[in-house]
């Protein structure tokens, strides 16, 4: 069914999210919508799936001029949408997860549902695995199937690559893409322009909250990078290499519990002044290395030495690292990091109270107001954290991060950003911290880590399998080593 947007106009109170968009996404076809981050991409999507109420504006869908007032009316109409994060209950099995929403009941019948639609696709899910032991691909992998098993025919993804294998995205794609071709309306928004470019038939790009553009394939890159942010961005620069040769942490014989598998046996020296880039696939070990560094996780046998002094193996952990300047900020922006609920101007005299009861809301509304027009940050000091876009929560995060800091862990830090947002990090990390602040940062993409970094560390199944000066290794080589291979 052809999904139809007229004149569809969407204001939170002085802000206008969208304004006058227009657009088709027809049947049989994956369509995507592009644009900066705080483009209105979200709210357009949110209003498609019933979760907000448009200001103005039709849509029609078969033609019809549809009600959207909450998510039951959209997913009646056949709307369904797979988030970035994983919707999902991870204590439940395979199976319970994918019998969410089904009138049926009959365990078997499901079961066979459940395998038939596996095996049509390529994924390989046992049903009674409990999903919490899952890569986030494979949770992608589960929701996808419930979605088609309750009859969706309208499909949004919202980043759909984030977090998932090269090899998950390679079993994704096809499996997209006989989803269109077997009728399906697919709507995708994606910051990965290459990426949305292999994939989609139409694109239309979003850029204030306004239609810029719209072509259909095959697409031309540089037209559409000028339209998402009215010119070319310009390449950031690089770091520039300022190793003090000083031991700052050392892992000695770590093995730590975490994500998957957690930590074995991991043994390596990180040096002043390093910019270190961890990769490896979703799950192999660099959260819980990130994590061992703040002092947030502790091992289970080994040490953590961070500037000369071990960790305890207690809560003190993330306290004595945090004193010793170490600052950290995870990839989930409002899970971890933020409080969505409360305003940016909150979030400031929090970090400014300290272990004090008492605070200055004048102080803090004025370095809100400092912080707003210095990170250029798309919002007001009074709204709340989880009504920023995506990249606007990562400049607050940024902007709460303690200059002074001496060792930098970042989990991901161009997450969910456009090209542009992406630079503006970097930027801020070359141009704004002392040349021997450390930074170790993980990432999917591989072309970040080998562009920013000074060393890389690649992680499989919970081992280092790689330890690299950037300038002695290669592409070929880090991939071979995140699949557990030796480059011959
Ligand atoms: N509930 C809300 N209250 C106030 N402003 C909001 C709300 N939701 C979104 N906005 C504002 O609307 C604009 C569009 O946001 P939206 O999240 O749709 O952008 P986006 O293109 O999805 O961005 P990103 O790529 O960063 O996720 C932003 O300026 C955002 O701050």
């Not at 002695?472 to 995140?482: G, Q, R, Y």
Request: include cysteine; glycine fraction near 8%.
């Amino acid at each position: 069914m052809d999904v139809e947007f007229q004149h569809i106009s969407k204001h939170f109170g002085s802000v206008s999210a969208l304004t006058d968009v227009s657009l088709t996404a027809h049947s049989g076809t994956i369509h995507g919508i592009i644009g900066e981050n705080g483009a209105g991409k979200s709210t357009l999507m949110k209003i498609l799936t019933g979760y907000q109420s448009k200001s103005s504006g039709t849509i029609l869908i078969g033609g019809q001029d549809v009600k959207l007032d909450n998510p039951r009316q959209a997913a009646r109409l056949g709307i369904g949408m797979l988030y970035q994060e994983p919707m999902d209950f991870p204590p439940l099995s395979v199976l319970e997860n994918f019998s969410l929403g089904t009138p049926e009941r009959k365990d078997q019948k499901l079961r066979l549902a459940l395998l038939s639609l596996a095996t049509r696709f390529g994924f390989h899910l046992d049903p009674d695995r409990c999903v919490g032991r899952l890569t986030v691909g494979e949770r992608q992998q589960i929701e996808l199937l419930r979605l088609i098993h309750c009859k969706t025919r309208i499909l949004i993804l919202d980043e759909p690559t984030t977090g998932i294998s090269p090899a998950q995205k390679e079993v994704l794609f096809p499996a997209l893409k006989r989803l269109a071709a077997d009728g399906m309306t697919i709507l995708l928004v994606s910051h990965k322009l290459e990426e949305v470019a292999s994939l989609c038939d139409e694109l239309t790009v979003l850029r204030h909250g306004r239609t810029t553009h719209h072509s259909a394939a095959p697409f031309y890159l540089p037209e559409l990078l000028t339209a998402m942010f009215g010119a070319i961005p310009e390449q950031t620069d690089k770091i520039p290499k300022r190793s003090t040769g000083e031991p700052i942490l050392v892992l000695e014989d770590v093995e730590a519990a975490g994500e998957r598998l957690g930590l074995q046996q991991c043994n390596t020296i990180v040096t002043e002044g390093e910019v270190i880039g961890l990769a490896g696939l979703d799950g192999a070990g660099q959260s819980t290395f990130l994590r061992l560094a703040a002092g947030l996780t502790t091992p289970i046998e080994g040490t953590v030495k961070l500037f000369g002094e071990n960790l305890p193996r207690t809560i003190n952990a993330s306290l004595q690292a945090q004193r010793l300047k170490t600052s950290f900020i995870p990839a989930d922006r409002l899970e971890e990091a933020l409080f969505a609920e409360i305003s940016i101007s909150d979030h400031f005299s929090l970090r400014r109270s300290g272990n004090t009861f008492w605070h200055s809301t004048k102080t803090s509304r004025r370095l809100t107001q400092e912080a707003i027009a210095q990170f250029s940050i798309k919002g007001q000091a009074e709204d709340a954290a989880g009504d920023l876009s995506g990249g606007n929560q990562q400049r607050l995060l940024l902007a709460l991060l303690d200059p002074q800091s001496r060792l930098l862990l970042l989990e991901n830090p161009t997450r969910g950003l456009d090209i542009r947002s992406g630079q503006w990090v970097w930027n801020y990390l070359r141009s704004e911290l002392s040349p021997e602040t450390t930074i170790i940062f993980s990432s999917p993409e591989l072309d970040e880590i080998l562009y920013y970094s000074d060393r890389i560390l690649v992680f499989h199944d919970g081992d280092i399998v790689l330890d690299s000066a950037i300038l002695n290794t290669s592409h070929d080589v880090i991939a071979a080593a995140m699949m557990g291979m030796q480059e011959q």
